[in-house]
């Protein structure tokens, strides 16, 4: 009955004190210890266990720095005396090589062991030793995978920059991340490394497609450098680009010759139309559609400035061209009233002009014949003179 009553008190005190604790932010502390249960190491480099353990609170006193405090690693089970690997101020010629790095005082268990191979692979125990205090943290261990040196790193396109990551491996020196591209391009400045993750800035533009962009990884080990790359291609869309037309056999072309204009743009996905229009007076007439635009006979009011505007899922571009038409004849010839004679010729925009006048007035209707001729052929044109004659309009 006293015995009982006494528990409910000291339980009742010790729930007093709990919240008291936890009011000042103290909660009852107890052996604890968070390592990284799982991970993997490369033969030939170094692993780093980052670790924290904590002590019951009457423990405290013997974590001071006149105890002089030190971290033990025992491997693959729990006694001190069969399983130690590691004693951080006691070292064996059979222990493994390392270091604690951490501040065992601030309860910092964080370790390096070098030059890993695969007698490292197992289950750590660790193991504080400081005055009075000697434990071994039993509930968490940490367990290392010792692997073949094989690095691996990968490639991905997020957002806006291409990254490359890979496996946050110890080796010393720290391994080397770069970047380079094929078609080569160059690459920007703001590429950082940072925990092996490398991002390569930049706005993805048709200047990158199908640019394939390689990321490779460099561990300088003990005996040898090992490298593992990674790739990816990528493929941008964009608004037709480039669009320009072409004119065959060329853009100054004579009348009555067989003209093609042939439209040409990059875009992806590729263009889906292509059309044509012509200015016309200050209007645009539109013409037709497909990359080719072809007169069978070019003829005098063909002449002017063709469009062709290339469209695709993200935008259209135009490109624009004159199309010059040249005559080969072109002979128009006028009577005056003064019955001066007018002949004039056109070869290819040159002009020869000629005139007669008569002296006499005509009474009845005669014939009068201009003609031209050179290496290409001859060119003429009758003119009929009445009375009543003005001008006549002729081309042959
Ligand atoms: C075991 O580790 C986890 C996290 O790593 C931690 O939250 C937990 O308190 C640890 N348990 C013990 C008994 O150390
Ligand atoms: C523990 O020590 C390591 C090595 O000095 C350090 O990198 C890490 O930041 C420390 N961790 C904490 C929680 O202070
Ligand atoms: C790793 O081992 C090699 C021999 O196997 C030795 O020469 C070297 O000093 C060791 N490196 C470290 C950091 O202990
Ligand atoms: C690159 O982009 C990432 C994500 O958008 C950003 O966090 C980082 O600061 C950028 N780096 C530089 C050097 O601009
Ligand atoms: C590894 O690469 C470094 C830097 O390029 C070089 O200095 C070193 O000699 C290389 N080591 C081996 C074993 O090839
Ligand atoms: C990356 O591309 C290079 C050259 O294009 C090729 O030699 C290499 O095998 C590729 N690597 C991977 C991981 O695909
Ligand atoms: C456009 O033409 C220029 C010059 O010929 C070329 O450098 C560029 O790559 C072309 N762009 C596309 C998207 O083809
Ligand atoms: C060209 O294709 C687009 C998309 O399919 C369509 O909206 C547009 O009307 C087409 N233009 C012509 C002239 O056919
Ligand atoms: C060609 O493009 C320009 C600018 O993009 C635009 O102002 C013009 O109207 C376009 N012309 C035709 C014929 O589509
Ligand atoms: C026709 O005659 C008029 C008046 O003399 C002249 O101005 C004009 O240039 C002539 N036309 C041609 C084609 O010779
Ligand atoms: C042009 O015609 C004249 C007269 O018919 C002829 O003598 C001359 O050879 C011709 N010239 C050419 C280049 O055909």
């Not at 367990?143 to 094989?150: A, D, E, G, W």
């Not at 080990?221 to 608004?239: F, G, M, R």
């Not at 001066?340 to 006048?357: A, D, E, H, P, W």
Request: glycine share 4%.
């Amino acid at each position: 009955m006293f015995g009982h009553f006494s528990h409910t008190t000291c339980l009742i005190s010790k729930l007093f004190l709990t919240c008291l604790y936890c009011v000042v932010g103290v909660c009852c502390r107890d052996f604890s210890i968070s390592l990284p249960q799982n991970f993997q190491a490369l033969s030939g480099s170094c692993v780093i266990i980052k670790c924290r353990f904590e002590i019951e609170e009457k423990h405290d006193i013997n974590l001071v720095p006149e105890s002089a405090a030190t971290g033990l690693w025992l491997k693959d089970g729990d006694k001190t005396n069969e399983h130690l690997v590691f004693h951080s101020t006691d070292h064996k010629s059979n222990h493994f090589n390392g270091k604690i790095t951490g501040n065992l005082l601030e309860k910092n268990c964080t370790t390096v062991f070098y030059n890993v191979s695969s007698k490292h692979t197992g289950r750590y125990y660790f193991r504080i030793e400081s005055g009075g205090l000697k434990y071994v943290y039993t509930v968490n261990t940490s367990t290392i995978n010792t692997l073949p040196p094989n690095p691996q790193c990968s490639c991905m396109w997020s957002r806006s920059s291409l990254r490359c990551s890979a496996e946050t491996l110890c080796s010393s020196p720290p391994p080397t991340l770069t970047w380079s591209s094929t078609p080569r391009i160059p690459l920007s400045e703001s590429s950082r490394l940072e925990e092996l993750i490398s991002d390569l800035n930049f706005t993805a533009t048709h200047r990158q497609h199908r640019v394939t962009f390689t990321c490779t990884i460099t561990y300088q080990l003990q005996d040898e450098n090992k490298t593992a790359q990674d790739n990816i291609t990528l493929h941008v869309q964009y608004s037709p680009k480039n669009t320009s037309v072409s004119v065959l056999p060329s853009s100054s072309v004579l009348e009555g010759r067989s003209v093609t204009l042939t439209c040409s743009s990059d875009a992806n996905p590729a263009v889906l139309n292509y059309t044509w229009s012509r200015e016309s007076e200050g209007q645009m007439e539109q013409l037709q559609t497909g990359h080719t635009l072809t007169f069978d006979r070019i003829d005098l009011k063909h002449r002017g400035w063709y469009h062709c505007t290339a469209q695709n899922q993200h935008g259209t571009q135009n490109s624009s061209v004159m199309l010059d038409i040249q005559c080969e004849y072109y002979i128009t010839a006028n009577l005056t009233l003064s019955h001066s004679l007018q002949c004039k010729v056109n070869y290819k925009m040159n002009s020869l002009r000629s005139s007669i006048t008569l002296h006499q007035s005509l009474t009845h209707t005669s014939t009068l014949q201009c003609a031209s001729n050179n290496t290409h052929g001859t060119a003429s044109q009758r003119i009929y003179v009445t009375p009543q004659v003005s001008s006549t309009f002729y081309r042959h």
